[in-house]
């Protein structure tokens, strides 16, 4: 299994370009995440999906837009990019054991994707 | 609110052990999970907390007290390669808050 894959690892935009972080997982988790983390922070959760075609906002979600079509692929769409959306961006997933309180088991994330808007 | 508090940094010696804090002002929540992060890498897990009480796995114990807010991390042994971030997240059904981190550095 390769885990968690995350593309690309590092980019660099202009103010007001658009872009998409590509998040794949192999291991049929039917959670998904993006967080992002800014120098010295935790992570700060940015949307996520309990499923394919479910999503649902986090803590930070101005500013971007997801989509699940497919248990594998979770990306993450930046329309207009500002300075302030320089961080890393990570992509997790997580198994549901199925049981009333929807416990998880851990997290799997991804390498992260740095990005640095000029 | 879910605030979460973590020590920012902690220096240890190699070999000691060393005892990370986390507080947080919730409750409800499934379970508290740790965390390690080696600097410019992704999180890796390294323990979870349902029910109060320790929870060991080699050289890493996690401890929660729900009545009391808090939980903490203890290490054992410590190594040069244990230098790194520790992230305390807290679990709410499918979300995840994570607290800050602290900032361990060992040094020989």
């Known amino acids: 299994n390769a885990g968690v894959t995350q593309t690309p690892k590092f980019r660099i935009l202009k103010i007001g370009q658009s872009m998409t972080l590509q998040c794949a997982q192999d291991m049929n988790h039917n959670y998904m995440y993006w967080y992002r983390q800014d120098p010295g922070m935790g992570l700060k959760l940015i949307y996520y999906s309990v499923g394919a075609g479910i999503t649902d906002k986090g803590e930070v979600p101005n500013g971007y837009n997801v989509s699940r079509s497919t248990t594998e692929d979770f990306p993450l769409r930046l329309e207009l990019a500002a300075p302030s959306q320089t961080s890393v961006y990570f992509c997790?997933?997580?198994?549901?054991?199925?049981?009333?309180?929807?416990?998880?088991?851990?997290?799997?994330f991804g390498p992260g994707t740095r990005l640095l808007v000029l | 609110g879910q605030n979460i508090d973590q020590p920012t940094e902690m220096t240890a010696t190699e070999g000691a052990i060393v005892q990370i804090n986390c507080t947080y002002q919730t409750s409800g929540f499934n379970g508290l999970f740790w965390y390690q992060q080696h600097a410019g890498e992704a999180p890796t897990f390294l323990s979870y907390n349902v029910l109060d009480g320790l929870e060991e796995k080699g050289r890493f114990s996690s401890f929660l007290s729900r009545s009391k807010g808090y939980s903490y991390l203890l290490l054992k042994e410590l190594q040069m390669k244990d230098s790194a971030s520790y992230l305390c997240?807290?679990?709410?059904?499918?979300?995840?808050?994570f607290g800050p981190g602290t900032r361990l550095s060992v040094l020989p």
């Open positions: 997790a997933s997580s198994y549901d054991r199925g049981d009333k309180i929807n416990l998880q088991e851990t997290q799997y």
């Open positions: 997240a807290v679990n709410y059904g499918q979300n995840f808050v």
